[in-house]
């Protein structure tokens, strides 16, 4: 299986410079830096062996991460391994992370720092609250999937997943930060409408506790792979439920799933906040309540 790891700088100085060095000399895949423009001349020599792909002025991780999609078709890459260029992803676990898709078990892993053998360091406590339960919560019920986190960018995938149709990554509006949570929610949404359905029933109705694969570092959800180009599904460990909410939740939600709920919630009578309200409650107390 042909592999290319890549990251992506823009004034990352020191950061990008430490991320691309822990990698092994000796490595069984090819190492990408993509710089989006920077100024800071932090790869302007990354290293012997080391591929770079540059824009003149900075376009958004999104539109980087799009011209490394491109780069690994046209040259025949069977896999990519995205991983952050702040220092903040181990690359010496990348053949942990890749191990799913050599025995077939899986077309895309997603790096969790939630589940077991996962870590955060010193991540201030809202954004623990955020990454942890409001962001995988709304995703996990826009997605009809439970993943224990949406929004880490340690993952990898197969590069079949780019040229299927149903994913359709080059629209210009996931130029910036929408591409990442974007991949992911359609990779799961190509789901049969069936399993969906299956998904959402066990999302509302019990607790998870279904088999994961852990990855040692981070935990990783790993969506396991189906005949043709469709995607299985496991379960992870429940919600963590013990914290509460003091403060306006704003939650930006994909505009498929916006429009959903403001019809019905105008069909219903129901202001759309009372609806979220609603779910995110009854969730909660279901988990609560097959806990006991």
Do not use: C
Not at 2 to 26: C, S
Not at 42 to 54: E, F, S, T, Y
Not at 110 to 120: E, K, T, V
């Amino acid at each position: 299986m042909r592999v290319l790891a890549a990251t992506f700088a823009y004034n990352e100085g020191d950061k990008i410079r430490r991320t691309l060095a822990r990698h092994p000399a000796n490595r069984s895949y090819d190492l990408l830096v993509h710089d989006d423009g920077s100024t800071d001349g932090a790869v302007d020599n990354p290293g012997p062996g080391i591929i770079v792909l540059r824009n003149p002025t900075n376009q958004g991780i999104g539109a980087a991460m799009k011209r490394v999609f491109q780069y690994t078709i046209d040259n025949g890459y069977d896999a990519l391994v995205i991983h952050a260029g702040n220092d903040k992803d181990d690359p010496l676990e990348i053949p942990l992370l890749l191990a799913p898709l050599e025995n077939d078990s899986a077309d895309f892993v997603q790096g969790s720092r939630y589940l077991g053998g996962g870590g955060f360091g010193n991540m201030p406590s809202y954004r623990v609250f955020a990454t942890r339960t409001v962001h995988p919560l709304i995703f996990s019920l826009a997605a009809r999937k439970r993943v224990s986190e949406s929004t880490n960018g340690f993952r990898a995938f197969r590069t079949a997943i780019l040229r299927d149709p149903r994913i359709d990554w080059r629209q210009d509006w996931l130029d910036r930060y929408e591409l990442e949570p974007y991949l992911l929610l359609k990779a799961i949404r190509s789901l049969p409408q069936s399993e969906q359905d299956a998904v959402m029933r066990s999302l509302i109705g019990r607790a998870f506790s279904g088999p994961v694969t852990p990855h040692p570092a981070h935990g990783s959800d790993v969506f396991p792979q189906q005949m043709g180009s469709d995607f299985t599904v496991t379960q992870g460990p429940a919600f963590d439920t013990s914290k509460q909410m003091t403060a306006p939740l704003l939650v930006r939600l994909p505009a498929d799933l916006h429009d959903r709920l403001r019809r019905w919630s105008t069909t219903n009578g129901f202001s759309m906040a009372a609806v979220a309200r609603g779910l995110i409650e009854r969730f909660l107390n279901e988990q609560e309540r097959t806990a006991r």
